[in-house]
C-alpha cells in the first residue's frame, strides 16, 4: 500500500511541473489530516512550493540558471478556481499573453469570474478575478476559452496568417478538430475562423 504522501507526490508529478494545486485536489486519497501533512512535509523539503495560504506549485526551472521560476499565474487561476468552485475565463488581454499573440508580459493576469471579484499579489504581479455573469463559459477545453478571448480581442479583421500560424503554433492540431465542436457557443464568426484552422491543420 502506497502511503498517502506517496499517492500526493505521484500526483504532482503526473500534472508535471508549472502545476498549481490545493489539498482539495488530492482529498480523494486520504484525510485532510493526512493531506495537510503530506503538502507540509513536500514543502519542508522544496519539492513543491507555497504559492499562496493554502495553495501550492510545483514549480518550474529556468534552464538557464538551474532556479525555480515565478508561479503560472494561469495554474494558480484554475487551482483558485478548482479549490472554490468558481467558474472563470481568461480576459480577453490575458488569453492573448498566453496564447503567444502579445509580446508583453502583463502586471496583470485577468480572469472573469461567477465568484467573487478578488485581488491576489503573487510575486511582482497580480493575479486579479472580476465577477461577471460569464455568457461563454461552458466550453470542456481550456483551449477552446484561450482562441475565443484571444480571437474577439482582436476582431475579425485582424486575423490574419500570422495570427493562425501563432494560433497553429500554440496548439496541436487534434486539439483544433475537437475545438470545432467545443466552440459552437462562440460568436459564428468566432466558430467560422476556428473551423477554418482546423480544416487547414487537420484535415
Same mark, same amino acid.
Given at each position: 500500500m502506497q502511503s498517502v504522501e506517496n499517492k500526493v507526490i505521484s500526483r504532482i508529478y503526473g500534472n508535471q511541473r508549472g502545476w498549481a494545486? &490545493?489539498?482539495?485536489?488530492f482529498l480523494d486519497l486520504g484525510s485532510d489530516a493526512l493531506i495537510r501533512k503530506a503538502l507540509s512535509s513536500l514543502e519542508s523539503r522544496a519539492t513543491i512550493r507555497r504559492v499562496l495560504r493554502g495553495l501550492y506549485d510545483y514549480p518550474k526551472v529556468s534552464s538557464l540558471i538551474a532556479e525555480p521560476m515565478g508561479p503560472d499565474l494561469d495554474q494558480v487561476a484554475r487551482a483558485l478556481a478548482r =479549490?472554490? !468552485?468558481?467558474?472563470? #475565463?481568461p480576459s480577453e488581454n490575458t488569453a492573448l499573453n498566453l496564447l503567444g499573440l502579445s509580446t508583453q508580459v502583463?502586471? #496583470?493576469?485577468?480572469? *472573469? &469570474?461567477d465568484g467573487p471579484s478578488k485581488t491576489y499579489e503573487i510575486g511582482k504581479r497580480q493575479l486579479v478575478f472580476k465577477k461577471r455573469s *460569464? =455568457?461563454?463559459s461552458g466550453f470542456? #477545453?481550456?483551449?477552446s476559452e484561450l482562441?475565443? #478571448? !484571444? *480571437?474577439?480581442?482582436l476582431? =475579425?479583421?485582424r486575423i490574419d496568417?500570422?495570427?493562425r500560424k501563432k494560433l497553429t503554433e500554440a496548439i496541436p492540431a487534434p486539439v483544433w478538430k475537437r475545438m470545432v465542436r467545443d466552440a459552437k457557443t462562440a460568436p459564428a464568426w468566432v466558430h467560422e475562423i476556428i473551423r477554418r484552422i482546423s480544416d487547414e491543420v487537420y484535415p
Open positions: 494545486f &490545493s489539498k482539495n485536489d =479549490k472554490y !468552485a468558481w467558474r472563470i #475565463q502583463p502586471a #496583470q493576469a485577468v480572469y *472573469l &469570474s *460569464l =455568457k461563454e470542456k #477545453q481550456r483551449e482562441v475565443v #478571448q !484571444a *480571437l474577439k480581442a476582431g =475579425k479583421d496568417a500570422d495570427v
